[in-house]
């Protein structure tokens, strides 16, 4: 349907080899941290994304590791591809040198000299090549896949080995450099903290196998059920596979802290040269599925829905699914965001003008966009492009939303996308897609499809075929559509599809 200049830019799909039956077969091979069960809870994961922004290929962020080193790497558009060993901190020392930052170790910087005493027995143990046993993210064999789509960046890294998929979308704006250093860094980042608290839990376990932690209800508003446990034998085993979900949602906060320290300290750095630097930014989500925990983390519009079923199916034959997003929509449109920032800069009568955050930008929590956190990066922008009256940054916050779902047998598949594709589809329009054409293209490659009938109904809203939409080159096209990233993880052990594109 799309001529070759006009094809999507990404396209993969990954098909399990299997489901490791339910959740006691798990292999003697390996020691198992609590809350860490190896049952796939997925089986089909299909990704694709169109590009509507021109935007530069490559950046010299970083001195160019990023773009030279890392990035081609992780970039395989078309199809995922065999890791023969786990990703290693290796790019994470290399990219240390060029960020000789306090946090340049890409670790969560210890607030106390006690802490620091407390970290090193742990924190810095991880960073020899990692075990099958350290770790769920660090295992011998990954399949990865990932790409650029205009100012997007799309990661997908899977291990059936250990039974978890690791899911991202960093929707760039005004460049593509915020997003390319979160495709560049933050999955390793993120494996770095993950073996950090496997090795803490470790050490509190062998010191005292009574200790209790305790979790903030207030930061975390969702409830894990503890009655649907993988690990329900014990009173034990259900508080530490509890404590292990809340300090997993640590690890992933504590990530991102570190990653936009380390990307804020970079632009400091080039913006003499580069002062557009300051100005450029991502929205963040990942999506996590472990076991049958689905971790969320999200910054900004994109979104993350699942798609279950409704509590009035047995009236009839056919079965209707229901939307549930889980992930909150960080914009100024949002009452409750828009509350808190205003309450938190009471002496400031320009916090929100013209519908945007200081008149510049439409969401409230970002990575990046420095001008509008630190005055010396808003200084270095010249004339109307500087933020005049920063009175109180930073006004965009890096404080994530954080959420873990338990997979039920009702969960049929969700949808990780980002705001592009909600510019065009409520979260029950993109499900009952979804729905509909799996159910009569078993076969089929879902997220391919979200996005035809994406172009299709902006080509209808704009008056033009699909053809010509797709004939007005980038940059201009991004008129009637924005870049548009979407996955579609198909969960439970029932194979609803057997394959996905690999292009189109």
């Not at 694709?48 to 890392?70: F, K, M, V």
């Not at 076991?291 to 279950?308: H, I, K, M, Q």
């Not at 010396?376 to 930073?394: E, Y």
Request: proline letters at 4%; hydrophobic letters at 35%.
């Amino acid at each position: 349907m799309i001529k070759p200049e006009g094809e999507l830019k990404i396209s993969f799909g990954y098909h399990c080899n299997c489901n490791r039956g339910g959740s006691d077969e798990v292999s003697s091979e390996y020691d198992i941290a609590p809350g860490m069960q190896r049952a796939n809870s997925f089986s089909c994961l299909s990704g694709a994304a169109i590009s509507a922004n021109a935007t530069l290929a490559n950046t010299n962020i970083c001195n160019g590791l990023i773009g030279a080193e890392i990035l081609p790497s992780l970039d395989s558009p078309n199809s995922f591809r065999k890791v023969s060993s786990s990703p290693s901190l290796s790019r994470l020392d290399m990219l240390s040198y060029s960020l000789p930052s306090s946090m340049s170790n890409l670790s969560c910087s210890p607030s106390t000299p006690s802490d620091l005493l407390d970290c090193d027995s742990y924190l810095f143990s991880s960073t020899s090549a990692p075990s099958k046993s350290e770790g769920f993210l660090n295992s011998m064999e990954v399949q990865v896949a990932g790409g650029a789509a205009g100012e997007d960046r799309v990661q997908a890294v899977c291990s059936e080995e250990n039974g978890w998929l690791f899911c991202a979308i960093y929707d760039g704006f005004n460049g593509r450099d915020a997003a390319d250093f979160l495709a560049g860094t933050l999955y390793d980042t993120i494996i770095f903290h993950f073996s950090s608290l496997l090795q803490k839990q470790k050490c509190i376990e062998s010191s005292d196998s009574s200790v209790s932690r305790f979790v903030n209800k207030e930061r975390y508003p969702f409830e894990v059920d503890a009655n649907k446990d993988l690990c329900n034998d014990t009173s034990k085993n259900i508080k530490s596979s509890e404590s292990f979900r809340h300090e997993l949602l640590d690890s992933l906060q504590c990530a991102l802290s570190q990653a936009e320290s380390d990307f804020l300290y970079m632009v400091e750095q080039e913006m003499e040269n580069r002062p557009d630097l300051v100005s450029i930014g991502s929205c963040v989500l990942i999506v996590l599925l472990h076991g049958e925990d689905l971790y969320t983390l999200n910054l900004g519009d994109s979104r993350a829905v699942l798609a279950t079923d409704r509590e009035d199916n047995d009236m009839n034959g056919s079965k209707k699914l229901k939307a549930i997003q889980l992930t909150e929509s960080h914009t100024v449109d949002d009452e409750a965001e828009r509350t808190r920032i205003l309450c938190e800069h009471p002496d400031d009568p320009m916090t929100i003008v013209g519908g945007k955050v200081k008149g510049k930008l439409k969401v409230t929590r970002a990575f990046g966009v420095g001008y509008l956190k630190r005055k010396i990066l808003n200084d270095a922008l010249m004339g109307i492009l500087r933020v005049q009256n920063l009175i109180s940054p930073p006004y965009v916050s890096t404080q994530p939303s954080l959420n873990v779902h338990r997979i039920s047998k009702g969960d049929h598949f969700a949808i990780v996308g980002s705001d592009g594709l909600f510019d065009f589809f409520s979260n029950d329009e993109a499900v009952e897609l979804v729905n509909s054409y799996i159910l009569s293209n078993p076969y089929g490659d879902p997220a391919k499809f979200l996005v035809e009938q994406l172009v299709i109904k902006a080509a209808n809203r704009a008056g033009f075929s699909m053809e010509e939409l797709m004939d007005i080159p980038a940059g201009r096209r991004r008129k009637y559509h924005d870049d548009v990233t979407v996955m579609v993880i198909i969960l439970g052990s029932n194979q609803r599809t057997t394959k996905a594109s690999t292009c189109i």
